[in-house]
């Protein structure tokens, strides 16, 4: 018996993050991912840092203070986040500046459904 393996629930209009590198600097992009890292550095003036995984690899995520808190709980609480923000290159790390950040760990329930043959 051959064990199928379930793709990961791909939401709308996200990029993989192996694929973070092709949009341009200052490109609007989407990237989702399960949350695996949280930073909050006491010298950062309130900015956050998130790192964001998927079955391609990770992103980087910037979370500026005034948009922390208008989605304090999406990015306190949550376990799957989508990120709509700007592709920002330096020191040859690319981030996303989050501009919107919305909680999708509900789709995480879809990986538990067995595949249908």
Known sequence: MTKT?????????CIRASDIGDPTEGARVAVAG???LRQRP???KGVIFLTLEDETGVVN???????F???RRAVISGR???ITGRVQ????V??????????ISYMLDSLLEPDSE
């Open 89 to 92: 290159r330096a020191d040859g």
């Open 69 to 71: 808190e208008r989605f």
């Open 61 to 67: 995520i910037v979370v500026w203070s005034q948009i």
């Open 80 to 82: 799957l986040l989508r």
């Open 94 to 103: 690319t981030h996303v500046i989050a501009e919107q950040v919305e909680d």
């Open 42 to 44: 006491g010298t950062a």
């Open 34 to 36: 399960m949350v695996i």
């Open 5 to 13: 393996v379930k793709l990961w629930p791909r939401p709308p209009s």
